[in-house]
């Protein structure tokens, strides 16, 4: 197996505090995802806070969502199937609704 990795971040606020950061592992041999996480990431108060986090690490595709609480898993139905599809519906939700999230792990953290 031929594992490439690759890193991406992307800034989302105009302050440069809030990331979107995506870690990829992609088989050359067999053209398929093997391992990522993408990651919503808050820089507050000299300190890195992951917001939510999608990934595989189980072997199918979770979500964290740390403004909820703690060990509580919603009814979220995600694709179960670990693809550049499945990564890019995440990616796609984090820069579409991250002002929502920020503000949700913002009010539970930092009231």
């Known amino acids: 197996m031929d594992v490439k990795k690759f890193k991406r971040s992307k800034v989302l606020d105009t302050e440069g505090n ?5 870690e990829i592992d992609f088989d050359a041999d067999t053209k398929t995802i093997v391992d990522f996480c993408v990651m919503l990431i808050l820089q507050k108060e000299d300190a890195i806070h992951v917001v939510v986090k999608y990934d ?3 072997g199918n595709n979770h ?8 060990n509580s898993f919603g009814e979220e139905v995600l694709p179960k199937v670990v693809s550049a599809r499945s990564v890019r519906l995440f990616k ?3 820069i579409d609704n991250w002002k929502e999230y920020v503000r949700l792990y913002l009010c539970k953290w930092f009231k």
Not at 18 to 22: E, G, M, R, T
Not at 63 to 70: F, G, K, S
């Open 18 to 22: 809030v990331l979107l950061k995506a």
């Open 56 to 58: 595989a690490a189980h």
């Open 92 to 94: 796609d939700d984090l």
């Open 63 to 70: 979500v964290h969502r740390y403004y909820e609480r703690l």
